[in-house]
């Protein structure tokens, strides 16, 4: 059938034109779904650990997938003690309650605690992550104002990195304006979320960090039995093999990349690895000398990556070379790092005091915020790391073994956070935190132990032993320490002489 040219052309531009309307309607309609986060915080004291921070008012985005649930970053609502949600930039405030969380992949879901009408506009998660160039809008209650904000750009890389708490999953990198407050808001493609706002490059125009969509949703599955169990980890160490010598030392096909096992930093018996074993394949994808897989035909990201997508019932298969045969060989994988120094994540730190002697349990936080300060340049720097030499120098092992494992959950490092001041401490000299090696001879192995050993002791004298390289040892009378604690409570304001956790063990 003959039809005129200008027909054709008007015809096509209607039909153009009706495609970008469908569009913007759709992105139009998700923005409803989106939400300005509320949290007052209270972080705990690592050096006072009875005491939390005064209250921090701080705001975020968020993002409804149901009537009554919400999606957030977990930066945003951490340590809260107060959480709510305002609709549509509207002055009404919502109180929530935080109903799961991944610290390291940084996401929290949160639930009302009065569900919006049952037709409120909510929005659906995509099933695939959007490939470099494609162009998204970022969502969000960014500072500023009160209105929603609406950016736009495109994505401009995929990476597989490391986010919290040696965690690591994909990453879209966006070339998009993102603010303070933007985190926790969705990235759109169309009307579907294909990724969660959570930061930005410091210091770098216009370029953002999301988690993308595939993240989002293998968190859902996980927390459907009511908690976060968290990602598959290979416990060994591995070395690049890109060294040409060392390939033929190792005994590897030419043409085969691969890493090469080490070692395992705890021990499990009948562990199918051995030194010196050339990984070349996790599961179905193959691994280069830098450690890298495919993770499409453009882009190469970290092994890592292989593990999360292939691992299977607790264990993965690896494809290894050992003396130049090719072997097959199921190795177990585990959610949990074994790590000696654990993140509070929102818990309250455990702790008892005897006197004037505060005993806590070594954490991640204190290393991490001393490495964060001296990063931070100026006056905080200086004192972090003058801290930090002092520390380096009698061997602490509160920095030295930040990524130590153990293979018992239950082992961790108790420490002296703090002397409080007094008269029993005047002449006492400690550079705190310090560790605790043994209290009257006995060796302290959990804070449990520690309070144990204390309220068994009938010698004259308490004497507790640093671990430490210079044999730091302080001594106190016993009988002193017991007449004159209740009055070290009273006057440092301490009402309860330990965390509830050791209420059993310490009453004081």
Partial sequence: MYRPRALVAACILLALGATTLNAETESNSIRSAVVKVYATKRSPSLSTPWKRGDGKNVTGSGVMLSPDTLLTNYHVIA??????????????????????????????????????????VVASIAETVPSPGTKIQVLGYPKGG?????????VSRIDYVEYRQEEMGLRIQIDAPVNSGNSGGPVIEGNKIVGLTFGLLSGANDIGYAIPCVEIQRFLEDIEDGKYDGKPQLWFESLLCNDKELREW??????ETGIRFVRQPIPIADYPLQLNDVITHIGEFDVSNLAKVDYDSNTQVSCEYALDRSAQDGQVQLRIIRAGKEMHVQVPVFSDGHYLLKFLNDQQPSYFVYGPIVFGVANAEFPDLVNSMM???????????????EMQKSDNPYLMRRFARTESTDEHLVVIPKLISTGLTRDTKLLTPAVVRAINGKKVTSIQSAALILAAIEDEQIVIEIDDNRNTTIVFNRAELDSKHDQIMVDNGIVKSASSDLKEVWSR
């Fill in 250 to 255: 190792l005994k590897l096909p030419e043409g």
């Fill in 375 to 389: 990063l931070q340049g100026g006056r905080n720097a200086a004192m972090a790391l003058g801290l930090f030499k």
């Fill in 146 to 154: 009160e209105s929603l904000s609406v950016t736009e750009g495109v």
């Fill in 79 to 120: 340590y809260s003690t107060d959480t709510s949600i305002s609709v549509n930039g509207q002055s009404d405030r919502l109180s929530a309650t935080v109903q799961a969380v991944s610290p390291g992949m940084d996401l929290a879901l949160v639930k009302l605690d009065k569900p919006l009408p049952a037709d409120s």
